[in-house]
């Protein structure tokens, strides 16, 4: 038989792309390439201080949000411009009073809803409120795979406990659960230990991610850098893991940059397959694009439709394609591949968005930053720096060691 | 580690098959084709896919399906019967279809 399904996308990494298989029959999305899912964070507030937050660490104020209203207008525009999944993220996004409210707007104009949550806010009412309103998946973070490491990374008190309780809850509710943890050198020791409670947890998908170094992630480099040897022990454990659990839960692994000797096509190539709308509504090619100065970002508040500002405004078309690539991606066999690997990471290493992404063993910076990568490890600093709105907060001396 | 539960059914002409919760079919007016939503993933079905996808209900068996199939198409029931169970397989392996099942409250 042929193949049956095609795999139209995923949004984050993609390694067949079918995209364009989605793209035909000359539909308004063909015509903007609309991206298949959208992420929203509807606020940057959140009880969780996260020293590898991946909002930037200019964070947006409670009073500046999009209203009830301009949320509900947007879902209605994303969903009549083929936008067809919708992520609700934050910050945290049941911090929203009206999280229930536009995830029933959400299935009322037939766009897939996923919450992207710290869950420590949910009640199982709320949770109840939320499967009743059409919700279709959950995704729930944690920190460790117990409360020492857990909470001390979340910043949080009895933070992973109510995790724990939230996701018995959404299994429970029949919602199916992803389990998403992300690693570095301070609990990746932990990660035999958080694939089995994901199991425990009856998760339907695991996914491990390393930290990605962009924003309070970057501030916080020194103490979550894994070691070499973590990330080799890591990608055993993984490839074990996978193996044993297939039909029980799904494993995705995302390798640090660093340590990689190709850059990772992030995003699916910038403008290409995602954008993100921020708290006060600025569409986004990604999460951090923001951390990249010098860009105009354009929001839904302004006199632009969401598919105008994807298709023409300066920022999504300044590194759109491969036009903008200087060398050595201009020549290299493998642009249309990776898309020359990450812009935010690019100027985070080297001041230029424009340049090779430092990940990519062909920049001239690749070897530099690897060392930098292996001697931060090594040096072992251990104390965070919280995300807040203040700016961050180092952590106190006599937290770290116990 | 006893009692893990695979989640992939084994499908047989006895099967009641139905989408789970966080799969859906959809007809997408944009593109103007099907497709299938899940977690992180969108899926474009094949137009055989999607019928038989429509009359995975939970009620009907796999059995009623086949018998639907073959009167509809005129075709030997054996013929299809074998690509039917084929299809459906695949379909649960990705995670697409589950088995009716008493919801625990």
Redesign the interface.
């Known amino acids: 038989?042929?193949?049956?399904?095609?795999?139209?996308?995923?949004?984050?990494t993609d390694p067949s792309d079918?995209l364009a298989?989605?793209?035909?029959?000359g539909?308004?999305?063909?015509t903007y390439g609309?991206p298949?899912?959208v992420l929203a964070e509807l606020t940057h507030r959140c009880p969780l201080q996260c020293p590898y937050c991946s909002n930037p660490v200019e964070l947006e104020r409670g009073g500046s949000e999009l209203t009830t209203e301009e949320w509900k207008k947007v879902l209605t525009e994303l969903a009549?411009?083929?936008v067809?999944?919708i992520h609700f993220s934050g910050g945290e996004p049941t911090a929203r009073k009206d999280l229930v409210e536009l995830v029933q707007h959400a299935s009322d104009v037939?766009l897939?809803s996923?919450l992207i949550t710290s869950a420590v806010l949910l009640t199982r009412e709320k949770l109840k409120a939320l499967a009743d309103a059409g919700l279709?998946?959950v995704?729930i973070s944690f920190q460790g795979n117990e409360p020492v490491v857990a909470n001390r990374v979340a910043g949080l008190k009895n933070s992973h406990e109510k995790k724990i309780e939230a996701a018995r809850w959404t299994r429970?509710l029949?919602?199916?659960l992803?389990v998403n943890a992300v690693m570095h050198r301070q609990n990746l020791h932990q990660l035999s230990d958080i694939i089995q409670m994901a199991?425990d947890l009856?998760a339907?998908?695991l996914e491990v991610a390393n930290v990605q170094y962009y924003g309070w992630a970057l501030k916080n480099r020194a103490a979550l850098m894994p070691t070499l040897e973590q990330i080799e022990q890591t990608s055993r454990i993984v490839e074990e893991a996978g193996v044993r659990l297939k039909?029980?839960l799904?494993i995705?692994y995302v390798v640090p940059d660093y340590y990689a000797l190709r850059p990772k096509k992030c995003m699916g190539g910038w403008g290409r397959q995602f954008f993100n709308i921020s708290p006060s509504g600025k569409i986004l090619p990604c999460h951090a694009a923001e951390t990249i100065t010098g860009l105009e970002f354009l929001s839904v508040r302004s006199n632009h439709s969401i598919a105008w500002i994807w298709q023409n405004s300066e920022a999504f078309n300044r590194y759109r394609g491969t036009g903008w690539m200087p060398e050595p991606c201009r020549s290299c066999e493998f642009k249309e591949v990776d898309f020359g690997g990450c812009r935010c990471q690019a100027f985070a290493l080297t001041g230029d968005a424009g340049n090779t992404d430092p990940a990519c063993t062909l920049s001239p910076m690749h070897e530099q930053i690897f060392k930098m990568a292996e001697s931060e490890a090594a040096a072992d600093h251990s104390r965070f720096i919280y995300r807040n709105f203040a700016g961050g907060t180092l952590e106190p001396d006599d937290n770290d060691g116990a | 580690m006893a009692g893990l539960r695979n989640r992939n059914i084994s499908v047989s002409e006895a099967s009641r098959p139905i989408m789970p919760r966080h799969a859906k079919l959809k007809f997408d007016e944009v593109r103007q084709r099907w497709v299938i939503l899940a977690p992180e993933r969108v899926l474009a079905p094949d137009d055989t896919a999607v019928e038989i996808l429509q009359l995975c209900d939970g009620v009907r068996s796999v059995e009623q399906m086949i018998d639907q199939l073959a009167a509809k198409y005129s075709a030997e029931r054996g013929a299809i019967g074998a690509d039917v169970i084929a299809m459906l397989q695949d379909l649960a392996d990705k995670g697409f279809l589950t088995e009716a099942r008493e919801k625990a409250s």
């Open positions: 038989m042929s193949p049956t399904l095609t795999d139209a996308s995923p949004v984050a079918g298989i989605m793209e035909q029959r539909s308004r999305a063909e609309i298949l899912a009549e411009i083929g067809l999944q037939g897939y996923n279709c998946h995704q429970e029949d919602l199916p992803t199991v009856d339907d998908r039909g029980i799904a995705d």
